[in-house]
Nanobody, 115 residues
């Protein structure tokens, strides 16, 4: 069974940092483009950052310069370092391949930015 398990979320004050982790159950994911998505209450899920198997990254403008996606293919892990967090970053964060595959969606990890 293919699984993607996210962790590392929490409650943080504006300007704070968090590091999200995504553990993949199979080495298959090491050759795929992976992404971090988020879904805020009442909004559609959006892709915020993605990374190719070789490490080329893309970040949406709203997080550029604050978030950094990375991966460790040997460990089947994908990370999202989030700095300078803002209240509008509050959402459930998910990892998945790009484009997202329905059966791969995990439970996500909640990130709440509030004072």
């Amino acid at each position: 069974q293919v699984q993607l398990v996210e962790s590392g979320g929490g409650l943080v004050q504006p300007g704070g940092s968090l590091r999200l982790s995504c553990a993949a159950s199979r080495s298959l994911f090491s050759i795929l483009r992976m992404g971090w998505y988020r879904q805020a209450p009442g909004k559609q899920r959006e892709l915020v950052a993605d990374i190719t198997a070789s490490g080329t990254t893309n970040h949406v403008d709203s997080v550029k310069g604050r978030f950094t996606i990375s991966r460790d293919n040997a460990k089947n892990m994908v990370y999202l370092q989030m700095n300078g967090l803002k209240p509008e970053d509050t959402a459930v964060y998910y990892c998945n391949v790009v484009p997202g595959v329905r059966s791969y969606w995990g439970r996500g990890t909640q990130v709440t930015v509030s004072s």
